[in-house]
Every structure is written in structure tokens, then in C-alpha cells.
């Protein structure tokens, strides 16, 4: 870690950590003591018509953006070898851009009509704000960075992959960030930033996506009566 | 068999006035908060009329409630698979739009306002944003709105009556209505439990009662679609939704739910019924003429060795069994069949039955003079000034046969009391109706009984719900008595 700043140093090499264990902490601590903020906290019932517009485009293309990066970094040399055709890769390419422009698009529908509607307004709270400015900021980062910076899905396998291979491995090497446009850098502290933030706003209801719906029983019955239901009923009751 | 035990509720609606201080005691104990401003887990129809939300009956619109495709239930909203693509966007939510915009007044200004020429006024201020609005609907905003081509002609129970049939229900001279207080049916087959990705909404197993645990609640909102009453509510400040609770923590401690112990008219019933649970899922898959009967058969008679020997099996409390036995709601609904579930057709197995509504008085109009009620009961009933079709529509899945049944019984016992107090009919006359009504002199005592003489002992048979034995080992009852309820450890707010 020799020859960087210690600005890059906190940023690229500390910061995660301390993002990561937020995250982490925070999320438990709040699921288990204050299971009732846990709410994806819709505004749907309060405006229905734009809602649809933002909401679909930008969860269908953060999904998808999520996805395509985790695949990155999972199977960094599966993406290179689908890259190795040029067609292959021009095809994954516009495709990640299209959904970062759907996302970007979806995002900006959702913040305009919070702003323009006056009882979306009032159930808007600082976190709210402060998780939008954050998000558009990403999105345009990596948009920006999928124009200018071409065939991003190529050198995200061969330089931000093993960057956070070795924040993973608890021994991060920040040899190759150096070079890095700051566009890249920014998308990459914000990130973290997101991930430290994440906690304490309505991004939890990610952490409660209901799957086990898909094969629980049609019908939930509870009993009262029974000790182990009436034992569970008493601690969540009382934290 | 598998026997299990249900809080179940019976409404008179020929006694119901309309008063709305049902309304008013549930909204008073449990929806006074911000985000639950605009709810109303008991309210107060007129009928014919849209209701509130506007036209929920109509699922065209809503899409609530369950089908019956190809042998198997599935929910009309939203279901297993389905949910993946719409948990962003319910397709099928009904808007604040729906309902009404809650708003309270500027009543500062009637002290605060500058002396001027004229009378200061309070202007309605919106609760959700503070801003001064016009007033656009409320949740009885067709009170009383009988025969109103905006509000009572759009009623979706008028689908298919004969325009002579219409005419009946609009005429001017003639012009009907009657009220239909609404909570929720804590259904056996509830749709929003099954719709709840979260697994948030439950069944009781003790009592049938159908909750939002509140802590595992995460709006995803598929619950308000689901239900084909609506009656799941979105409260649009928590993000959580909330429904009636038949005031449990009221049921726990021997009294009667707020909106029964407030009624005026003293139309309410409440008492214990056990049930086949097995049979649920078969039942609910019969064809809509069938499944008044079908639920019928689902209730089991309390008095049975062997019903009673299986509720014993399935550990239901020796009191919980003598309740049954004492039920008013098993004598309406299953004794004397004039109890009806409303729109059983969406399937979800309601547990809340109305007595359909004989008023006003039948008679009929000619040459300008009213002429008193007949003895021809056959023809009066077809008669009614409320059409049967239409009772029909709400309250028998379409088909007229056992509205007519129930209205038949309720005159011949009418006219039988009359024979016995006033005797300006004959008692030879009143016999012949109850037999046609296939009523005997025992029962039609009966029903006079429990309709006219009901003390608060015979119209709500509690049972004692246990719930101290079910939590002593953790907690003092005692302090469970004061302390249960709602919103009363984690603060009702938005967000961390």
C-alpha cells in the first residue's frame, strides 16, 4: 500500500470496512429491535399513475445492474471468455446501458413526482433525500462511465474484480485502482457510501424480500395457545 | 373432521337505523392516528349505493377475491407466482381516490380571523398535506342517498335486474333504502392472508380472528387488492396495513367488540361457531348456488356427541364448546336460516351474516291508497319494494331462493306475533304462513325472542378466550390485561 495518499487509502481500503460492518450491524440491530420500521414503505395508495412509470423501469433496471455486476465478480473469467466474441460483447454492453438508462430514467420519474406532489411530500423524509441524491449520483456515474469508458463488462473483470477480491480477502490492494478516471473512483466510493447508508433508510425492505412466500402454505394460521407460538409471541413483544 | 372453533358475527339489518355510532366507537378506539385518518374498519352503507371505497362490490374494478379455475382456488389479485412481476406495482391498488381525502377544519380561524363584514367560517383543511381543499367525498358521502342516479344507480348489485325491477327500486313515490354496516368478515378462507408475500396476515386458530402482525408487515400492499370487502387498509404514514380487529384485547377480557357494544339498534350478534377446517378448501370451490349451502354444511352442530368429541380432540376448552351450544349466531345461520353471508360468490368464506331486510313495510300503492300488508305471502315477498334480485345480488350469490326463505320466515313471524298481540289476524291465517314459511310456533317464539327481547347476554355469547393461560408462564396476566393492544410498544411512525 506503499505510494498512496492517505485520502485513497481511507477511501479504497478503510471505507469499505466501515461501510460493510455498518451494514451489517446496523441492519441486524434494527431488524431485531425495531422490527416495525422494516417497510418497503410504499407510496402507491397515495398516487398510482406515475408511480408505474418510475417504479417498474428503475427495479427492473437496478436488478439487472446488480446482477450484471455481481456476475463480474463472481465469475470474472465467465464474462471475459462471453466478451471474447466482439459481437457477444457489444450485445452485453448496449444491453447493460439500456438498462442503466432505464434505471436513470425510473429514477428521475420517482424524484420528480415526489417533488411535484404536495401528499407524496409529506411522507417524504430526510433519508429519503439523501438516498435519492445518493443513487442518482451512482446511476449517472455508471452511465457516464459505460459511455465514455468503453467495454466496462471487459476491464471490470480484470481490475475492479480483483480490487475487491483483496478488500474480501482482508487484504486490500489498491494497486489496481491507480490510473482509474474519477468518474470510476466516484462510482466506487458512492457505492460503499450506499452500502453504509443502507441500513437506516427504506432500502432494508431488500433485506426482507418475501421468497419464502413462493412455497409457504395458501393459508397461515397461528396459535395462541400453543407454548412454543405464545413463547415467540412473548420475546417479540418484548425485544 | 377437523373441528375447530370461530367468532362469528350476525347483523340484523332490519333493525339497523343508520346511525353510524358503530363508526364512531371503532374510529375513536382504534383509527385516530395520522396515516389511519382516512380508514374506517366499521362503516355504514347505504344500499343501493356504491359504498366506500367506491364500488368495491365491483371486482371488475378491484379484481378481489378468489376464482374457481379448473378445479383449483386461485386469487383474482395476485398469487404465487404472480406476485414477482407486481410487487412493484400493484396493478390492482385502490388509491387514497377511491376512498376519500380525510380532512378536519380551520377552526382557528374562527376565533383568529380580522374583524370584518362578514361570518368567519372554518375551511377544510386535507390531513394528509395540511392545504386547504374542497371537499370532494367522504366515507358515508351517500348517506341516505336512495334512488340517486349518481351514487345508488351505479351500485354494482344491480347487475341484472329487469328494468321493471329498477323502476321498482327508483321510482320516485316508491323510492327504498336500507343501511349496511360493514366490518371485517374474518373470513375462513381470508384472501388477504393468502395474497400476504410477507406471511404478515394470520388467522387465529383459537377464534377465527384475522391480523397484521404489524412487525411483519412490509407494504407490499397485495393484501388491499386481495381482499374482495376492503377491508384491508394501507396506512399511507407507517406503510403498513391495518384491518379491524374485532377489538381482540375487548374479546379477551369478556367484552363485546366496541362497534357491537355501542349498537343503537341493537342489531349485533356475537357468539362462538366450530367448523370443519378440512372442508374449507372443498367448499369454497362449489358453484356459486351452492355455496351458501356448502357453508352451512361446514358449521357443525355443537350439540353433536361427535362434533363434540373432536372439538375436545383438537384441545378446544370445555367453555369455548358450551358457548357454541349457546350461540346466537348458530341459531340465525344454521337453525333458522335467516342469517346470509354477503357476496359468498368471491369465495372467501365470510363469517359475518346479515338478516336481509324486511323494511319498508311491504305494501303496495293503488289508486292512491296505501294498502296494508296482505296475507298472501308468496306474492308480497315477490313484491318487495326492495327487489329480490337485488337482496339476492348481496346476499345470495344471485340466486333469489334463500333470500326469499328468509324473508318468508321473518313476516310469517310477524304475522303470527301480530295474530297473539293484536289479533286483528287470525291465528288460523298466521299458522298457515309459518308452516308455508317452514317455521313451527316453537321457533317463530324463538325468533321473536332474539330479534325483539335480546338482553346483551343473548346477543353476545363471549366466549372466555384463555389468553392468560396461554401467556402466564412468561408474564403476569394481569399486565398482560393492561398492556396488550396496539401500537402500544413500538411507537406507529414512519421509517427508523
Given at each position: 500500500?506503499?505510494g498512496?495518499?492517505?485520502?485513497n487509502?481511507f477511501?479504497?481500503?478503510?471505507?469499505?470496512?466501515?461501510?460493510?460492518?455498518v451494514?451489517v450491524?446496523v441492519?441486524?440491530?434494527r431488524y431485531?429491535?425495531?422490527?416495525f420500521t422494516y417497510?418497503?414503505l410504499?407510496?402507491?395508495f397515495?398516487?398510482?399513475?406515475r408511480?408505474?412509470w418510475?417504479?417498474?423501469?428503475f427495479?427492473y433496471?437496478i436488478?439487472?445492474?446488480?446482477?450484471?455486476h455481481l456476475a463480474?465478480?463472481?465469475?470474472p473469467s465467465?464474462v471475459l471468455?462471453w466478451n471474447?466474441?466482439a459481437?457477444?460483447l457489444?450485445?452485453?454492453?448496449?444491453t447493460?446501458?439500456?438498462f442503466g438508462?432505464?434505471t436513470l430514467i425510473g429514477?428521475?420519474?420517482?424524484i420528480?413526482?415526489?417533488l411535484?406532489?404536495?401528499?407524496?411530500l409529506?411522507v417524504?423524509t430526510p433519508?429519503?433525500?439523501?438516498?435519492?441524491?445518493?443513487l442518482?449520483?451512482?446511476?449517472?456515474?455508471?452511465?457516464?462511465?459505460?459511455?465514455?469508458y468503453r467495454w466496462?463488462?471487459?476491464?471490470f473483470?480484470?481490475v475492479i474484480?480483483p480490487?475487491?477480491w483483496?478488500?474480501?480477502?482482508?487484504?486490500?490492494?489498491l494497486?489496481?485502482l491507480?490510473g482509474?478516471?474519477?468518474?470510476?473512483?466516484?462510482?466506487i466510493?458512492?457505492a460503499?457510501?450506499?452500502?453504509a447508508?443502507f441500513p437506516?433508510g427504506?432500502?432494508?425492505?431488500?433485506?426482507?424480500v418475501p421468497?419464502?412466500?413462493?412455497?409457504?402454505?395458501?393459508q397461515v394460521?397461528?396459535?395462541?395457545?400453543?407454548?412454543?407460538?405464545?413463547?415467540?409471541?412473548f420475546i417479540?413483544d418484548?425485544? | 373432521?377437523?373441528?375447530?372453533?370461530q367468532?362469528?358475527?350476525?347483523f340484523h339489518?332490519?333493525?339497523?337505523i343508520?346511525c353510524?355510532?358503530?363508526?364512531i366507537?371503532?374510529k375513536n378506539?382504534w383509527?385516530?392516528?395520522?396515516?389511519?385518518d382516512?380508514?374506517?374498519?366499521?362503516?355504514?352503507e347505504?344500499k343501493?349505493?356504491?359504498?366506500y371505497?367506491?364500488s368495491w362490490?365491483?371486482?371488475?374494478?378491484?379484481?378481489?377475491?378468489?376464482?374457481n379455475?379448473?378445479?383449483?382456488?386461485?386469487?383474482?389479485a395476485?398469487?404465487k407466482?404472480?406476485?414477482?412481476?407486481n410487487?412493484?406495482h400493484n396493478p390492482?391498488?385502490?388509491t387514497?381516490?377511491?376512498?376519500y381525502?380525510?380532512?378536519t377544519?380551520?377552526?382557528?380561524n374562527?376565533?383568529?380571523?380580522?374583524?370584518?363584514d362578514?361570518?368567519p367560517?372554518?375551511?377544510?383543511?386535507s390531513?394528509v398535506?395540511g392545504?386547504y381543499?374542497?371537499?370532494?367525498?367522504g366515507?358515508n358521502?351517500?348517506?341516505?342517498?336512495g334512488?340517486?342516479?349518481?351514487?345508488?344507480?351505479?351500485?354494482?348489485n344491480?347487475?341484472?335486474?329487469?328494468p321493471?325491477?329498477?323502476q321498482?327500486l327508483?321510482?320516485?313515490e316508491r323510492l327504498?333504502?336500507?343501511y349496511?354496516?360493514?366490518?371485517?368478515n374474518?373470513?375462513?378462507?381470508p384472501?388477504?392472508?393468502?395474497?400476504?408475500?410477507?406471511?404478515?396476515?394470520y388467522?387465529?386458530?383459537?377464534d377465527g380472528?384475522?391480523?397484521?402482525?404489524?412487525?411483519?408487515c412490509r407494504g407490499?400492499?397485495t393484501?388491499?387488492?386481495?381482499?374482495?370487502?376492503?377491508?384491508?387498509y394501507y396506512?399511507?404514514?407507517t406503510?403498513?396495513?391495518?384491518?379491524?380487529?374485532?377489538c381482540?384485547?375487548r374479546?379477551e377480557?369478556?367484552?363485546?367488540?366496541?362497534?357491537?357494544h355501542?349498537?343503537?339498534?341493537r342489531i349485533?350478534?356475537?357468539g362462538v361457531?366450530l367448523y370443519?377446517?378440512?372442508?374449507?378448501d372443498?367448499?369454497?370451490?362449489?358453484?356459486?348456488e351452492?355455496?351458501?349451502?356448502?357453508?352451512?354444511e361446514m358449521i357443525?352442530?355443537p350439540?353433536?356427541?361427535e362434533?363434540?368429541?373432536?372439538?375436545r380432540?383438537n384441545?378446544i376448552?370445555e367453555s369455548?364448546?358450551?358457548?357454541?351450544?349457546k350461540s346466537p349466531v348458530?341459531k340465525?345461520?344454521k337453525?333458522?336460516?335467516?342469517?346470509?353471508?354477503p357476496?359468498?360468490?368471491?369465495r372467501t368464506?365470510?363469517?359475518l351474516?346479515y338478516v336481509?331486510?324486511?323494511?319498508?313495510v311491504?305494501?303496495?300503492r293503488?289508486?292512491?291508497v296505501?294498502n296494508?300488508?296482505s296475507?298472501?305471502l308468496?306474492?308480497?315477498?315477490?313484491?318487495a319494494?326492495?327487489p329480490?334480485?337485488?337482496?339476492?345480488?348481496?346476499?345470495?350469490?344471485?340466486k333469489?331462493?334463500k333470500?326469499?326463505?328468509?324473508?318468508?320466515?321473518?313476516?310469517?313471524?310477524?304475522?303470527?306475533?301480530?295474530a297473539?298481540?293484536v289479533?286483528d289476524v287470525?291465528?288460523?291465517a298466521?299458522e298457515?304462513?309459518?308452516?308455508?314459511a317452514?317455521?313451527?310456533i316453537?321457533?317463530?317464539?324463538?325468533?321473536?325472542a332474539?330479534?325483539?327481547?335480546c338482553?346483551f347476554?343473548?346477543?353476545?355469547?363471549?366466549p372466555?378466550?384463555?389468553r392468560?393461560?396461554a401467556?402466564e408462564?412468561?408474564?403476569?396476566?394481569m399486565e398482560?390485561?393492561q398492556?396488550?393492544?396496539?401500537?402500544?410498544?413500538?411507537k406507529?411512525r414512519?421509517?427508523?
Amino acid at each position: 500500500m506503499t505510494g498512496q495518499s492517505a485520502l485513497n487509502i481511507f477511501l479504497f481500503a478503510i471505507f469499505p470496512y466501515l461501510a460493510f460492518f455498518v451494514f451489517v450491524f446496523v441492519s441486524i440491530q434494527r431488524y431485531l429491535s425495531r422490527p416495525f420500521t422494516y417497510s418497503s414503505l410504499s407510496s402507491q395508495f397515495l398516487e398510482n399513475r406515475r408511480q408505474f412509470w418510475g417504479i417498474i423501469p428503475f427495479h427492473y433496471g437496478i436488478i439487472f445492474l446488480f446482477f450484471g455486476h455481481l456476475a463480474a465478480f463472481v465469475v470474472p473469467s465467465h464474462v471475459l471468455a462471453w466478451n471474447g466474441v466482439a459481437w457477444r460483447l457489444y450485445v452485453l454492453e448496449i444491453t447493460a446501458l439500456i438498462f442503466g438508462l432505464l434505471t436513470l430514467i425510473g429514477l428521475m420519474q420517482l424524484i420528480f413526482r415526489r417533488l411535484g406532489d404536495h401528499k407524496l411530500l409529506r411522507v417524504t423524509t430526510p433519508a429519503d433525500w439523501v438516498l435519492y441524491a445518493l443513487l442518482l449520483i451512482q446511476i449517472i456515474a455508471g452511465v457516464y462511465i459505460a459511455v465514455f469508458y468503453r467495454w466496462g463488462s471487459s476491464w471490470f473483470s480484470s481490475v475492479i474484480t480483483p480490487y475487491l477480491w483483496s478488500i474480501f480477502k482482508l487484504n486490500p490492494d489498491l494497486s489496481y485502482l491507480s490510473g482509474l478516471p474519477f468518474m470510476v473512483k466516484l462510482h466506487i466510493v458512492n457505492a460503499f457510501l450506499i452500502l453504509a447508508v443502507f441500513p437506516f433508510g427504506r432500502l432494508v425492505h431488500l433485506l426482507v424480500v418475501p421468497n419464502p412466500y413462493l412455497w409457504r402454505r395458501t393459508q397461515v394460521v397461528r396459535w395462541y395457545r400453543n407454548p412454543r407460538s405464545a413463547l415467540k409471541a412473548f420475546i417479540s413483544d418484548n425485544g | 373432521m377437523n373441528v375447530r372453533s370461530q367468532i362469528s358475527m350476525v347483523f340484523h339489518l332490519d333493525k339497523c337505523i343508520g346511525c353510524h355510532t358503530c363508526s364512531i366507537a371503532c374510529k375513536n378506539i382504534w383509527t385516530d392516528r395520522k396515516g389511519t385518518d382516512y380508514m374506517w374498519w366499521n362503516n355504514v352503507e347505504t344500499k343501493p349505493g356504491t359504498g366506500y371505497p367506491t364500488s368495491w362490490e365491483d371486482q371488475k374494478k378491484y379484481s378481489g377475491g378468489w376464482e374457481n379455475k379448473k378445479g383449483k382456488l386461485r386469487l383474482n389479485a395476485t398469487g404465487k407466482a404472480r406476485i414477482v412481476p407486481n410487487i412493484f406495482h400493484n396493478p390492482h391498488l385502490p388509491t387514497m381516490d377511491d376512498y376519500y381525502e380525510p380532512w378536519t377544519y380551520d377552526y382557528q380561524n374562527l376565533f383568529n380571523a380580522p374583524e370584518g363584514d362578514d361570518q368567519p367560517t372554518a375551511k377544510p383543511i386535507s390531513m394528509v398535506t395540511g392545504d386547504y381543499i374542497d371537499i370532494e367525498a367522504g366515507p358515508n358521502w351517500d348517506d341516505d342517498l336512495g334512488g340517486s342516479p349518481v351514487y345508488a344507480e351505479n351500485d354494482p348489485n344491480l347487475e341484472g335486474l329487469t328494468p321493471d325491477q329498477k323502476q321498482q327500486l327508483f321510482a320516485v313515490e316508491r323510492l327504498v333504502l336500507f343501511y349496511l354496516p360493514r366490518i371485517c368478515n374474518h373470513c375462513l378462507n381470508p384472501a388477504c392472508v393468502a395474497s400476504c408475500p410477507s406471511g404478515a396476515l394470520y388467522k387465529r386458530g383459537e377464534d377465527g380472528i384475522v391480523l397484521v402482525d404489524q412487525k411483519r408487515c412490509r407494504g407490499w400492499r397485495t393484501c388491499i387488492s386481495a381482499c374482495p370487502y376492503k377491508k384491508v387498509y394501507y396506512n399511507w404514514f407507517t406503510g403498513k396495513s391495518e384491518k379491524c380487529i374485532l377489538c381482540f384485547p375487548r374479546l379477551e377480557t369478556g367484552q363485546a367488540p366496541a362497534c357491537f357494544h355501542s349498537c343503537v339498534g341493537r342489531i349485533r350478534y356475537l357468539g362462538v361457531i366450530l367448523y370443519d377446517a378440512e372442508r374449507i378448501d372443498e367448499m369454497a370451490k362449489l358453484p356459486p348456488e351452492m355455496l351458501i349451502d356448502g357453508q352451512r354444511e361446514m358449521i357443525l352442530d355443537p350439540h353433536d356427541p361427535e362434533v363434540i368429541a373432536q372439538a375436545r380432540k383438537n384441545n378446544i376448552h370445555e367453555s369455548v364448546i358450551e358457548s357454541a351450544q349457546k350461540s346466537p349466531v348458530y341459531k340465525f345461520v344454521k337453525d333458522w336460516k335467516l342469517a346470509l353471508p354477503p357476496h359468498i360468490e368471491f369465495r372467501t368464506m365470510p363469517m359475518l351474516f346479515y338478516v336481509p331486510p324486511m323494511a319498508p313495510v311491504m305494501s303496495a300503492r293503488e289508486n292512491g291508497v296505501v294498502n296494508a300488508v296482505s296475507g298472501d305471502l308468496f306474492h308480497d315477498i315477490e313484491q318487495a319494494r326492495v327487489p329480490l334480485k337485488y337482496l339476492a345480488n348481496l346476499l345470495g350469490a344471485g340466486k333469489t331462493e334463500k333470500v326469499a326463505y328468509a324473508l318468508r320466515k321473518q313476516k310469517a313471524v310477524r304475522w303470527y306475533r301480530r295474530a297473539v298481540t293484536v289479533g286483528d289476524v287470525s291465528m288460523e291465517a298466521a299458522e298457515r304462513m309459518l308452516r308455508e314459511a317452514d317455521c313451527s310456533i316453537a321457533e317463530a317464539e324463538a325468533i321473536y325472542a332474539l330479534t325483539s327481547l335480546c338482553s346483551f347476554e343473548d346477543r353476545f355469547v363471549i366466549p372466555p378466550m384463555h389468553r392468560e393461560e396461554a401467556i402466564e408462564a412468561f408474564r403476569d396476566p394481569m399486565e398482560q390485561k393492561q398492556a396488550a393492544g396496539f401500537g402500544f410498544i413500538d411507537k406507529p411512525r414512519r421509517g427508523l
